[in-house]
């Protein structure tokens, strides 16, 4: 009997410590899921990425767990969803060449103008280099500069300025869809300017930044909607720094795929203008595509070993062989593509484009003067070695040695070669400054200001009306407050009033910081359309406009399952909008997208429906 009991204790407390055991396991479990969905998603399995995340998200919402970490899982797999999408348009290139840098100087590297990459920080990217960003792209001879800059909160967005007369505009943003919550990095344009490439972490993608494109419209004067460039050129990973060569002849791109912190791959492609994507289904094979291997074996990963003893003194003498050999390499592809320019040039019979040519040309034959002197420049610093060697009774090779110079210069039966250019000098640009516009918005400050304008705009307007005088205040007299209205009452006395309000809320929200200032009879005040009238008679009318408020929403009804490019569209031109699922009476699926509170928006999204095929699709009113 004694045994039985004990026994059964025994039981109940294993029972009871298990509790808390199992307990944890329980809330262990999203973790782990949302851990092996990271995995997935690394490794192209998009579809059981989407299944783990999506139970991720039901066990957490299940428990009602923390809204933080269910946003963040909802996060996760959305890009696991666009990924998928993104799986039914998949380009494969012909890959030249690859190569890993550092990721200090990786874009020296890249086939574009010598001295062209300007060093961070500089008058138009403050930011120190971090992360990806190292330098600024301003090759001699530029009339506009897109570049990537932090803005006051600190997240980087693609600015442009112009050459105008003797100075450069303002750096001013592009437009709405080129902003996006995260950051933009890495402007370029394409060789006719008509194309701008980027990269982008908050822009519809996969995850980490991936590369986008925005073409320039002539009918609407500006860049459209930026599309991802799909796989291979994105990835779960960091992609960027995507150009065409000058002569079309390749693209060139750089990512931290399968690469270690501190180093990125620098991809080298030939150049397709009409590329032709087709649907990847096996995970495998998209990770196969994604590593971009070149098609002659054994041009990737090479790295310098000499047989020679290898020393300070001689790297810095494969580096110098390797500048001559550069400088050589840009002078003769200089002096070809100015042949080229001139005879396009007698052959065309149109003015404007003969105009464009002269700058071309003219441009080409001024580089010339400076590549020449950087080669007689690098070619004295080589020689000057040479005799130091000579000096010292060090024999060497040249012919050896350039032999193991270009092995990191890699090349293949293209012909194409890794040469890293030398940095520009630092920027010196002389900037239009920004006009100064006065601040509106309420503030309590160390001095008050007066308001610039004492006007007060249309619509419904709330005021503090903090004190009134005989004669009129000084700054001081305002404690701080920002922007302060003045004017004359009938009866001659100065009335003081701060802020420009829209709701009442807002105005009661800030009425006790005014009178912790000081003034503690402050009150509010009202207008509609510039006339003062009672509290409640503006407070009323505010109600009325809300509820009168017009919303749209668009309805889209696929004639079957949603194609994937229509959806990617329909996420992008919606900028953010809620896209709810939903059935007809008849059961077909339909898709409700908004609510806008612009309309042009909403009939912009029926336009490009309608323009990509089948789907009913129409606009709805609704009220708030």
């Not at 110079?405 to 250019?421: L, N, S």
Request: charged share 25%.
């Amino acid at each position: 009997m004694m045994k039985r009991l004990v026994f059964t204790i025994y039981i109940l407390l294993s029972a009871l410590i298990a509790l808390p055991l199992a307990a944890n396991a329980a809330s262990d479990l999203p973790d782990s899921l949302m851990r092996k969905g990271d995995h997935l998603h690394a490794n192209y399995d998009f579809d059981a990425a989407v299944l783990s995340y999506n139970r991720a998200v039901e066990m957490m919402e299940d428990t009602a767990g923390d809204s933080l970490k269910i946003l963040a899982l909802k996060d996760k797999l959305l890009l696991s969803e666009n990924a998928r999408n993104m799986m039914g348009f998949v380009y494969s290139p012909v890959v030249v060449a690859k190569h890993k840098f550092s990721i200090e100087d990786f874009h020296l590297y890249y086939p574009l103008p010598d001295k062209s990459w300007r060093p961070v920080p500089n008058q138009l990217d403050s930011a120190s280099a971090e992360g990806l960003t190292r330098a600024v792209y301003v090759p001699d001879g530029l009339e506009k500069i897109y570049f990537s800059s932090e803005d006051a909160d600190g997240i980087r967005n693609i600015y442009m300025t112009e050459y105008q007369d003797t100075l450069w505009s303002c750096p001013a943003l592009l437009n709405e869809h080129l902003v996006s919550p995260g950051d933009e990095i890495y402007p370029m344009l394409s060789p006719d300017g008509r194309t701008l490439y980027f990269a982008s972490e908050g822009l519809y993608g996969i995850g980490g930044y991936d590369i986008y494109m925005s073409e320039w419209s002539d009918e609407d004067n500006d860049w459209s909607v930026p599309v991802n460039m799909g796989f291979p050129y994105s990835s779960p990973a960091d992609d960027f720094l995507f150009v065409t060569t000058e002569d079309e002849r390749y693209t060139v791109f750089a990512s931290n795929r399968d690469c270690a912190a501190d180093s990125v791959w620098v991809y080298v492609l030939e150049y397709d203008s009409m590329p032709v994507r087709k649907a990847v289904e096996d995970p495998e094979s998209l990770r196969q595509l994604a590593r971009l291997e070149p098609e002659v074996p054994g041009l990737d990963e090479t790295e310098v070993k000499a047989d020679i003893p290898e020393s300070v003194d001689t790297r810095k003498y494969m580096e110098k062989m390797v500048e001559v050999r550069a400088l050589r390499d840009s002078l003769a592809n200089t002096n070809s593509l100015l042949e080229n320019d001139r005879n396009r040039f007698a052959l065309s019979n149109d003015y404007a484009e003969r105009m464009k040519l002269t700058d071309i040309i003219l441009r080409r034959e001024s580089r010339i003067p400076q590549l020449q002197d950087s080669l007689d420049k690098a070619t004295a610093e080589l020689q000057k070695i040479e005799m130091e060697f000579l000096f010292s009774g060090v024999v060497i090779d040249p012919d050896k040695m350039m032999a193991e110079a270009d092995r990191e210069v890699v090349e293949d039966v293209t012909g194409y070669a890794f040469a890293k250019m030398t940095p520009g000098d630092p920027l010196r640009l002389v900037l239009a400054e920004p006009e100064k516009k006065f601040d509106y918005s309420f503030k309590i400050l160390e001095e008050g200001q007066f308001a610039e304008d004492n006007t007060i705009p249309d619509g419904i307007i709330y005021q503090i009306q903090i004190f009134s005088a005989l004669n009129k205040a000084s700054v001081k007299s305002l404690k701080g407050l920002s922007p302060v209205f003045e004017r004359k009452n009938s009866g001659g006395r100065y009335v003081y009033r701060v802020g420009l309000f829209n709701t009442y809320k807002d105005v009661l929200s800030k009425l006790n910081a005014v009178k912790k200032v000081g003034f503690r009879s402050a009150f509010i005040v009202a207008y509609m359309d510039g006339n003062e009238v009672s509290v409640s008679k503006a407070r009323s009318a505010e109600t009325k406009v809300k509820d009168e408020q017009k919303f749209y929403r668009v309805t889209v009804i696929p004639s079957g399952e949603m194609d994937s490019a229509l959806s990617e569209g329909i996420r992008q031109q919606a900028g953010g909008k809620d896209i709810a699922r939903s059935e007809t009476n008849d059961g077909r699926a339909a898709y409700i997208v908004g609510p806008f509170a612009d309309k042009g928006q909403a009939e912009s999204l029926v336009t490009f429906i309608k323009a990509m095929g089948e789907s009913e699709v129409y606009m709805n009113e609704i009220q708030n």
